[in-house]
């Protein structure tokens, strides 16, 4: 199993431009979350979603980020018109099951820099 | 609300020398914490959680309901040690961070 996938590894993109991060669950996975690390600070819950649903949005800012999870292909964590405040690592997690019990595993993040 | 405090942001031992790294929580529930170690180009992976009890490369941490907290010890640091480790609190589905703390182990 190749563990959490995620691409790019780095992005850099200019104001007012969309970044698209994409996220590849551990097989048998249907179980995806995003969170954002800003420096200094610790992982910070964005999103939770299984295929096809959105469960729980809450950490999202409500505008500009919008995120997915297809019933084929991966999950995209989509932010429009970018910011210099968006510039962080972006972590995807994927477990088979939700609740005690279920571990999340990470991929390796995408870091983006907005110049 | 939920909150992870780790007040060390930077931990320097010898080989050999004990370390300990502090976690305070805040949590109404009944908490389910974690530790999870990131090594250098490594991804994040879980190191132990409080509920299994176990000791997973030498270190060990306990749950402490009256002073809020979850520390990770362990008795003889090793140079491959050197990490970054973050305490983790689950909400459900939802992990909550520490900002982490790097810990570098000198020979």
């Known amino acids: 199993n190749a563990g959490v996938m995620q691409n790019p590894r780095h992005l850099v993109r200019r104001r007012g431009q969309e970044a698209r991060l994409r996220c590849s669950p551990m097989?048998?996975?249907?179980?995806v979350y995003w969170y954002r690390q800003l420096p200094e600070e610790g992982l910070k819950f964005m999103v939770y979603?299984?295929?096809?649903?959105?469960?729980?949005e809450s950490g999202m800012p409500k505008e500009r980020f919008s995120a997915e999870f297809p019933k084929e292909g991966p999950s995209i964590l989509r932010i429009q018109q970018v910011v210099r405040g968006d510039s962080a690592a972006y972590f995807c997690?994927?477990?088979?099951?939700?609740?005690?019990?279920?571990?999340?595993?990470f991929g390796p993040g995408t870091r983006l820099t907005v110049t | 609300a939920q909150r992870v405090t780790q007040p060390e942001k930077l931990l320097s031992v010898f080989k050999g020398a004990p370390v300990e790294l502090k976690c305070n929580y805040s949590?109404?529930?009944?908490?389910?914490l974690f530790w999870y170690v990131q090594y250098s180009r490594q991804r994040l992976q879980l190191l132990l959680r409080?509920?299994s009890r176990e000791s997973i490369k030498g270190f060990t941490a306990d749950l402490n309901k009256g002073e809020t907290s979850f520390h990770l010890k362990k008795p003889f640091a090793q140079e491959e040690d050197s990490a970054m480790y973050y305490c983790?609190?689950?909400?459900?589905?939802?992990?909550?961070f520490g900002a982490g703390t790097t810990v570098t182990v000198r020979a």
């Open positions: 409080h509920i």
């Open positions: 983790a609190l689950r909400h459900d589905y939802k992990l909550s």
């Open positions: 097989k048998g996975h249907s179980h």
């Open positions: 949590y109404s529930g009944s908490p389910e």
């Open positions: 979603l299984q295929k096809e649903n959105i469960i729980d």
């Open positions: 997690a994927s477990s088979p099951g939700q609740g005690v019990g279920y571990e999340q595993y």
